[in-house]
């Protein structure tokens, strides 16, 4: 069967048209009276998430520091602890209160923006490859029994 432009567009309007109305009558049929409820939140059955919720964000403590990775941002970072381990960390916004030692202040137009390293620096901290010991100077003996010193080596005895 053929048809043509115009046959199509009447054929498509119309069609759309009659879903339209009978969507329109169908859901009109199918309403039903609303009942009256004057809390929602005190007839809701179960609200035990909502302390899983709320103790998401609970901290004991938190403090401030001036994060450095790898970069010359300096952006000053605030985290927030729990039981002891730093749960999350956000920038702190002050960064035009506090000053360097000639007294020199940032400006409300200097903002910078905390990078992904410096929110995910404190997993370094609790990270399986973390140093967990000194770091000490030992001679080492090198190739044809030159000595190398001031070689950096991991403490063997905490490894």
Known sequence: MFLSRRQFLKVSVGTVAAV???????????LQPVIEVGNPLGDYPDR????????????????TWVCSPNDTHACRVR????NGV?????????????????????TFAHNPRMCLKGFTFHRRVYGPYRLK???MRKRLEGV?????????VRNQAQV
């Open 48 to 63: 035990s998430w909502e302390r899983v919720y709320h103790d998401q964000y609970r901290y004991d403590s938190s403090f």
């Open 144 to 152: 044809d029994g030159c000595r190398f010193t001031g070689a950096i």
């Open 20 to 30: 339209a109305v009978a969507d329109k009558v169908l859901a009109l049929t199918a």
């Open 79 to 82: 985290a927030f602890v729990r």
């Open 86 to 106: 730093v749960m999350r960390v956000e920038q702190n916004y002050d960064h035009q209160t506090y000053e360097d030692l000639y007294g020199n202040r940032g």
């Open 133 to 135: 010991g000194p770091l």
